[in-house]
């Protein structure tokens, strides 16, 4: 073995070891057993104790039904008072986490105790927020100087508040310039309403002024400049009596800026004389001589105390308050008093709005694992299949590529903390799929370079070198649609594209360095004859340019059939929850009692919600109901609502509204929520906002790299098939309404984005090898005419094109049979996008490219007449 193949060798080793480490463990270890062996005491009574607690606890949660929140809380129950900082090595405990080590002992083991395949909410069960800051509550000066500090404040605010619920592996960051996406896995009901209060609850406490004259203007209805309206609510207090609401004049902001941030510690206690939960307070140094200073300067006033904008009470200052602490008082509940505290330990600087919430039930994540895993193995076990039979010894080569693809693209997501998604898998089985195209290219050159009477030795080197040009040109381009996603895309999305573009990096090495490796040692172990291959495309003479103008019409016919019709006939119908906005239940259901979708209807447009859509989908082996309604109307009273009870808001939706409706309508069905997503219609907006501008940059990067790798001409052919294949595409997913009852077809959501982007970087990667063909026979200077060229290159390519583009349709087409919910949605969009890939490379791309030059030679044709570096290969015959 020459020095260089050692090397290569030697990489390839490390990486194999390297994306293996990093894959281990593969899943999450019990916490208790985490707790227990890591721990440095032995033989303690009361550690045994607690462990013994903590395994009973455990073991008497119904079978199937355990999951790491809840075991978190068990252990937080076996713990109780003790003291656990002994048990752990100094080091173990954060210095930031001092104030509440047990709970950061906790947390430390669960991060321990996490695996390193990290599954998003669709395939592990648990709630989403995707919150938006109110930076209009923010002093102006301190937000234009401190810029992101806001989003990192209430993120580490928010981690405090998560990690106090005990949620496993929660995922919280930034998601744009003010909002925040946060992720709790696993968490069930009872978790997710608490976490829903304490994430959205700013904590936003204020002291203001109230008007010294309060009564006299509130009673002739004159607002002082520099006041605004409030009322402090009443409640009920426990001798049955109800407090009057009562209005105040209060100062529009906090006096000398004195607020939640000088808040140094909080706690819940009780009043002495009522027995009420009230909230006691000290304040920092800092806070402590505001306080004393705004007390002695307003004696004889009143002191409202606000939190989120609310008077929660209004004392009089009878004297002046300088020992820095203070109560806050109201018609509290034990729990809310609790909260309270909790949340003014760790206030926010601006209030949070919940934009967009999703839940997903343990059970239909396992459904979606399963379906995804399932697609996933088939997906990869077809192409593999197909190579092995089609290319013999060299699809056995390509197979050993492929996996060692996919444990390098595991590797590498694991090491990147990438959270799985099931787009996320279908982006996996996609990036399988085109793996094995760069090897189909490969394979193809080197069998006409054996047919041209090269030894094998030579042909394989003449393959790899003539065959890199196209597989870098049809990857990059194909990159700049998935970076495109990482950049553009939140959340699903965003996971495909680091799926697809990660794979497309090993796609790079596996099939140009690992194959290489594997035939260069086969190539030394003895004098090779010959490397046999099936070949079912024997030298075709087809002349495609023939069909080019009745089919460059047809396409368009389709197109403007299509869009018309989705466009006039559906609609807004088009557009699902992600689009639009609105409200979409998932519910699982006993079959026996499976209810007709037209007495669905019935019951769901009896409610009035407005439109609605409602199927009948599969996950897996169970089959669940999808009803999607739109928003309730946005009134004063639903936002007074939402104020007064966020929770109660939510369970008023629309959405909650139907599944209420349907088991009260449907009991035999015994509806199950399974997931309930909640999206507003300026989340809607952006989708669209950002997928438009992710097509339009994806085109001109396309439109630039092609221009300067090929010719002008080739970049405007290659830009208008894509823009064909995505009007082609949307046309024939609007036509799906057809085969729908009521016309209710496919709807437009973030996976089906997904799918444009990747169909736009599937489709340039078909055209580009074409081009590349076109372009070495120009500069081979082959006789006839540019369309003899073109035709000529068309047939040579025929079979890699068949071929590659048959690869990715058996990878999509299993995860169209076998996936379900979102992976059904993109494999369809993307299945339609392989055919008008494939066709518009030859009748859109290439038919456009010859009109542009009027059928003459482009100007690439006269700079060579022989292709670079085949000297270089043929001196590669003899080995050395």
Known sequence: ?????????????????????????????????????????????????????????????????????????????????????????????????????????????????????????????????????????????????????????????????????????????????????????????????????????????????????????????????????????????????????????????????????HIERSNLAHNENTGEPEIHFNLTSEGSKLFGDVTTEHVGHRLGILLDGEVISAPNINSAITAGS??????????????????????????????????????????????????????????????????????????????????????????????????????????VGMAVDANVLIYERLRE??????????????????????????????????????????????????????????????????TRLIFDAWLATGDRKSLPMLHLIKSPNIDFMKFAKPAFITSWLIIVVGIGYGVGVRGKNLLGVDFAGGDTVTLGFAAEGKPAIESVRGTIDGLKLGDSQIQYQNEGTREYLRVTVAHAPDTAATRAAAAADKNAAIEASNGAKAETALKVAFPNARFVRAQLDTVGPTVGFEIQKAAVLASLLSLFGILIYVAFRYEFSFAIGAVIAVVHDVLMTIGIYCLTGLLHSGGMGRQFNATFIAALLTIIGFSINDTIVIFDRIREDLRLGKRGTFRDIMNRALNETLSRTLITSGTVFIATAVLYFFGGGPINDFAFTFLVGIITGTYSSIYIASALVLWWNKGERPKLGATSTAPTGIVEIEATENPG
């Not at 721990?39 to 462990?51: F, M, Q």
């Not at 600087?349 to 399963?370: F, W």
């Not at 290319?391 to 990147?416: D, E, I, K, P, W």
Request: with cysteine; hydrophobic share 45%; charged share 20%.
């Open 1 to 261: 073995m020459n020095r260089s193949h050692l090397w290569k060798l030697l990489i390839v080793l490390f990486t194999i070891v390297w994306a293996t480490s990093e894959i281990y463990p593969p899943s999450a270890r019990n916490l208790i057993e985490q707790f227990s062996n890591t721990a440095v005491v032995n033989n303690d009574d009361a550690l045994t104790g607690i462990l013994k607690k903590a395994r009973e606890l455990d073991a008497s949660q119904p079978a199937g039904n355990l999951q790491a929140n809840i075991t978190y809380s068990n252990l937080v129950v076996a713990i109780g008072t003790n003291d656990i900082r002994r048990y752990f090595p100094t080091n173990y405990i954060p210095r930031a986490s001092v104030a509440a080590p047990q709970r950061a002992i906790l947390n430390r083991l669960q991060q321990d105790a996490a695996g390193k395949f990290n599954l998003g909410i669709d395939l592990r069960g648990g709630t989403q927020f995707l919150l938006e800051m109110d930076t209009s509550k923010a002093d102006t000066n301190t937000l234009r100087l401190q810029g992101t500090a806001f989003i990192d404040q209430a993120i580490e605010v928010l981690r405090k508040r998560v990690d106090a619920l005990g949620v496993a592996e929660p995922i919280i960051q930034p998601a744009g310039e003010n909002r925040i996406l946060v992720q709790l896995p696993g968490v069930d009901e009872s978790v997710k309403d608490q976490a829903r209060t304490q994430i959205q609850r700013a904590a936003f406490l204020e002291f203001r002024i109230v008007d010294p004259q309060n009564n006299e203007h509130v009673n002739s209805g004159r607002i002082p400049p520099g006041y605004e309206r409030k009322v402090i609510r009443g409640g009920r207090a426990k001798n049955g009596q109800v407090d009057r609401d009562e209005t105040v004049l209060i100062r529009r902001a906090a006096e000398r800026g004195l607020g939640g941030s």
């Open 326 to 431: 203070g109560v806050i008082t109201g018609r509290f509940s034990e729990k809310e008093a609790a909260d309270l505290a909790s949340a003014l330990e760790n206030p926010l600087k601006a209030p949070l709005h919940i934009m967009e919430e999703r839940a997903v039930s343990a059970s239909l994540g396992k459904d979606a694992i399963d379906s995804g895993l399932r697609s996933a193995v088939i997906g990869v076990l077809a192409v593999a299949a197909f190579m092995l039979v089609y290319y013999l010894f060299a699809g056995f080569v390509a197979n050993v590529a492929l996996l060692l693809n996919v444990l390098l693209l595991l590797g590498c997501m694991c090491s990147l903390q990438v959270t799985y998604t099931l787009p996320g898998i279908a982006g996996i089985v996609l990036t």
């Open 449 to 514: 370079e054996l047919a041209a009477g090269k030894s094998v030795r030579g042909a394989v080197a003449a393959a790899y070198a003539r065959a890199f040009g196209t597989i870098f040109d049809s990857h990059l381009t194909t990159m700049i649609s998935s970076v495109l996603l990482i950049i553009l895309g939140t959340g699903p999305v965003k996971g495909f594209g680091v799926a697809l573009t990660v794979g497309l990096f090993v796609s790079l090495f596996t099939s140009l360095v690992v």
